[in-house]
């Protein structure tokens, strides 16, 4: 008799301890595309660097849409670009990108990639791609305490000059795990 009223009171135990813990959280599916405005190296970003290196730094805002949702956006970058002039003027790319979902929350995503061209550059006509990770640096809302990453892909397109970037867009796939409430 003992016995069972130990093993009973064990199984309330457990049974207490699982219906108080918390349930997995889903992960939230980023997969989408930020599209920047158009804009201007020579006016809205920064050059810099040293003797092997030139740096730019831009920063430029526009959407998102896709999931989980559509967001206020803003993409901030430096170009690393070795020995500019002297070599194929493609380099590193490190970023963050800002996303604003509304009563969801807000995002902050650290981007790290190496650029390409694509076909043939000219003054009037570049095309370059960066492809990289993401991964989630901070959350705001109902995504604070998350965590996640994903892979990313920015494309830049110039037509018609030699500094105006009319297309301009990253196209994000990735995950977001939110940390559960506290039981």
Same mark, same amino acid.
């Given at each position: ?50 003797k ?6 831009c920063t430029?805002?526009g959407?998102y ?23 194929? #003027?493609? !380099?590193?790319?490190?970023? $963050? =990108? +800002? ?7 807000? %995002?902050?995503? &650290? *981007? ?35 965590? #996640?990453? !994903?892979?990313?892909?920015? $494309? =830049? +397109? ?7 970037? %009319?297309l301009? &867009? *990253? ?13």
């Amino acid at each position: 008799m003992v016995r069972l009223a130990v093993l009973l009171s064990a199984t309330s135990l457990a049974a207490a301890a699982s219906a108080g813990a918390a349930a997995p959280t889903p992960a939230i599916v980023v997969r989408g595309t930020v599209t920047l405005k158009a804009f201007d190296v020579t006016r809205e970003c920064r050059w810099g660097g040293t003797k092997t290196t030139t740096q730019v730094g831009c920063t430029v805002y526009g959407a998102y849409t896709g999931l989980p949702e559509a967001a206020g956006a803003g993409y901030g970058w430096i170009w690393n670009v070795p020995e500019y002039g002297k070599s194929s #003027g493609y !380099g590193f790319e490190r970023g $963050t =990108l +800002v996303l604003n979902f509304g009563k969801l929350g807000g %995002l902050s995503l &650290s *981007l790290t990639g190496k650029q390409k061209p694509v076909g043939k550059q000219t003054t009037a006509h570049a095309r370059v791609v960066t492809t990289g990770i993401w991964t989630m640096t901070k959350g705001t809302s109902s995504l604070a305490g998350g965590h #996640g990453k !994903g892979t990313y892909t920015y $494309t =830049l +397109v110039r037509t018609g000059s030699a500094t105006v970037f %009319l297309l301009a &867009s *990253l196209v994000l796939a990735g995950s977001i795990v939110r940390s559960p409430a506290p039981a």
